[in-house]
């Protein structure tokens, strides 16, 4: 391990301990309507979509109406996306003279960025015009986790004993005082290292051998910027941010890495601070964290020791970098790679499909929890049910009645905490059984042996999951697999969530009991570890099966070097 | 019906602000603050564009240092970046790292197997890769003296003059990047 590696490392976590304060506090100063720094510049603009949509900065909505209005503006951003996809061939911003997108495609794109999933069954450079890339999928990489983020501040609300909220302030609010001047700042530094911002057509170059390159061009780097900090992961080409023109140095590698997680890491702060408990925050975020790190070992250390079967060879070196970019080694690499699993981005800076099995099933590991940090405000959401599920649990081992923040959990929460649980497993093992049940589902099978279910169960988590990563070998533009990932993505997006602002309400409505010796404290390091263990158990139970005939059949294959 | 109103109003609101104000502004600032970069940086020689500097180009020529395997069609395909995508137990991967062993021992005099490291037999995540390790252009050179009859302390000396180290001496690994290096392999050869 080189001290490069590890210094990487150590400035991606100092960031996030150093940032994780401020930006919590911040956001709870943003939601709770207090005064910030960006009041002046930013009101005005605020205040006049309040007033043309009608809408009061403070007013309330019931659990039902926020759900309803987040359904349909969703809705409508899908219908308007696949409208304006398929009318490409007319719209301004197309020096490439790119055609419609067909129907199939236009479908899977516009639900998989409205979920949030940025699943892409297309290469952006060879199918998207710059109006498209910019006005049409670069805006739903800032509305949709500005709706994840909503959606999160809306149950946070609740745990404070505050009324929900108003979506659409949540929704505007999110994008205008964290997404946008983030990305602002991000994208200087993106363009500064040498990603391209220019709308001038792509670039032809003859080089010194007589080999005639197109380099696409765009902008890029303001893409880049809101496809991480909204941890959305949508690439502006195929190779997402392992292409030099979408992350060119070791140091974009890095400050994408640090934008993922910023808002993730600092809602779990939040979460301390609006509900008055900062230990318990502090206990969720060494949860997430020691969740992170084992992932970031479990990428590191078997990518650095190698394929066997490769390394029977006997090359200079072992490290597997099949799929990988020399500028970011293996090292940064994982950063990156722990980084967007994590926080559910799932852009890649490197071909997930040709890691090593024991190194993916940390990225099994992140899609099946979706709460190690996760996307913002859904990762927490997600967190929270694992809690619930968690102080249930240890109320029935130890009799008492379980109680969260000074609330008795009953039927009903637990209820709704299970249904969002048993969403998530349900959508990825009936997926993939469907997916190796039909001779549709099997066609788009690109690696034989193991690695081909490996690729199919990645394909369904990811959407479940709206991480939007994939083992890029499987045939994702099939229209067996645009449709079924395009229905697991909304099923899994919007269930959890409305689920789980529905226990929020109810929580609300509930009277508070008072603290007694009988109060089971969910803020002390054996409750994290209690919680930390649950999490793995119920999800070891759930997915343990199907991992065993996927990556680690594939590994111990491997280790005896059988090819397939 | 006022529910429909602030659904289509906030939409309309935001795509102006995100959807286009933010895109087109962030184009105009890079274009004032850092017109190099934000065009792709292009290298130009005689007043003509022959490289984007972060984008790797296919070198299959004795004289010139190789890049790492790209799976584009064809190779270094910027409008088709693409991995290779081929798991670990794939057997062409393995087929494919081995034919690229064969053709470094062939084409490279002296050359063993113990010195090419795995990067330079296995193809990269973008397929557009520019870099490669210091050890894998050190290797090349007695190739490239052969074909160009430019010595090798000469060669040598030109790859250590390339050598880019970690970015603030943290991030990333010494490396050097391969279309820069042969620009300064090709004004040798063309004075």
Same mark, same amino acid.
């Given at each position: 391990m080189s001290i490069q590696t590890i210094l990487t490392w150590a400035v991606v976590i100092a960031v996030f301990l150093v940032t994780l304060k401020p930006l919590g506090t911040y956001i709870v100063r943003v939601f709770t309507f207090q005064p910030t720094i960006l009041d002046r510049p930013l009101k005005p603009i605020e205040n006049f979509i309040f007033r043309v949509i009608g809408v009061d900065r403070e007013s309330d909505m019931s659990a039902k109406e926020y759900s309803l209005a987040l359904i349909l503006t969703n809705f409508a951003w899908a219908v308007g996306a696949y409208i304006l996809l398929r009318l490409q061939g007319q719209l301004p911003f197309n020096p490439q003279h790119f055609g419609a997108v067909n129907p199939q495609l236009a479908f899977n794109t516009a639900t998989s960025f409205t979920t949030n999933? $940025?699943?892409?069954?297309?290469?952006?450079? $060879?199918?998207?015009s710059y109006f498209s890339q910019f006005a049409v999928l670069s805006y739903l990489q800032f509305v949709t986790p500005a709706t994840g983020g909503a959606a999160g501040i809306a149950f946070l609300r609740t745990l404070s004993g505050r009324k929900l909220g108003n979506f659409f302030v949540d929704l505007t609010l999110m994008t205008t005082r964290l997404l946008l001047p983030l990305s602002i700042i991000v994208t200087l530094i993106l363009v500064a290292q040498g990603i391209p911002e220019a709308l001038s057509p792509y670039l032809h170059v003859h080089s010194i051998v007589g080999q005639t390159q197109v380099v696409p061009r765009g902008p890029i780097a303001s893409w880049e910027a809101i496809e991480h900090l909204g941890q959305n992961g949508g690439g502006y080409t195929n190779a997402n941010s392992a292409n030099p023109l979408e992350s060119p140095t070791a140091i974009t590698n890095v400050v994408l890495s640090i934008a993922m997680g910023l808002l993730p890491v600092a809602f779990f702060y939040a979460f301390g601070v609006i509900t008055g408990r900062r230990r318990l925050g502090w206990t969720l975020i060494g949860v997430a964290g020691v969740l992170y790190l084992v992932m970031l070992a479990l990428l590191y250390f078997p990518e650095a020791a190698g394929n066997p079967i490769i390394n029977a060879i006997g090359l200079h070196t072992h490290a597997n970098m099949v799929g990988k970019e020399t500028r970011f080694g293996v090292g940064g690499t994982s950063i990156f790679e722990t980084s967007t699993m994590a926080f559910t981005t799932g852009s890649v800076a490197s071909a997930h499909d040709s890691f090593l099995p024991i190194s993916s099933i940390a990225f099994y590991l992140a899609m099946f929890l979706n709460m190690v940090f996760g996307g913002k405000g859904v990762g927490l959401l997600n967190m929270l049910m694992f809690v619930i599920i968690t102080v249930f649990l240890i109320g029935l081992m130890v009799g008492r009645t379980p109680e969260f923040l000074g609330k008795k959990i009953e039927a009903k929460e637990v209820s709704l905490a299970s249904v969002a649980f048993l969403i998530h497993p349900l959508l990825i093992l009936a997926g993939t059984a469907l997916a190796v049940a039909t001779p549709a589902g099997m066609a788009g099978v690109f690696n034989p042996g193991p690695h081909g279910l490996s690729e199919i169960i990645y394909g369904f988590t990811s959407g479940a999951a709206n991480n939007g990563s994939a083992f890029g070998g499987l045939g994702a533009a099939l229209p067996f697999y645009e449709i079924a990932i395009g229905i697991v993505m909304v099923i899994g997006r919007y269930g959890s969530i409305i689920a789980m602002l529905f226990i929020g309400q109810s929580l609300l409505q509930k009277k508070a009991v008072p603290e007694s010796a009988g109060t089971m404290h969910t803020d002390t390091v054996l409750f994290g570890g209690v919680l930390l263990g649950s999490i793995v158990i119920l999800n070891a139970l759930t997915f343990f099966p199907i991992m065993a005939l996927g990556p680690i059949a594939e590994q111990y294959l491997m280790m005896a070097h059988h090819l397939f | 019906m006022k529910v429909l109103r602030a659904v289509i109003g906030v939409s309309v609101g935001l795509w102006i602000l995100v959807g286009l104000a933010y895109p087109l502004a962030m184009t105009g600032i890079s274009q004032i603050l850092f017109p190099y970069q934000a065009n792709g940086s292009q290298i130009k020689l005689n007043g003509k564009v022959v490289a984007s500097a972060h984008v790797g180009q296919y070198f299959d020529q004795a004289q010139y240092f190789w890049g790492r395997p790209s799976a584009t069609t064809p190779p270094y395909n910027p409008m088709a970046s693409t991995p290779s995508n081929l798991g670990p137990t794939n057997k062409l991967l393995i087929q494919h790292i081995k034919a690229r062993v064969a053709l470094l021992l062939k084409t490279t005099p002296g050359l063993t197997v113990n010195q090419i490291p795995a990067s330079m037999v296995e193809s990269s995540g973008s397929g557009l890769d520019p870099d490669i390790t210091v050890q894998s252009a050190l290797i090349q050179i007695p190739r490239i003296a052969k074909a160009t009859g430019i010595s090798r302390n000469t060669l040598t000396h030109l790859v250590n003059q390339h050598i880019i180290g970690p970015q603030l001496g943290i991030f990333g690994r010494s490396h050097v990047n391969v279309v820069d290096l042969n620009l300064a392999v090709f004004k040798l050869l063309h004075p």
């Open positions: 999933t $940025n699943w892409q069954a297309y290469s952006g450079e $060879n199918t998207m | -």
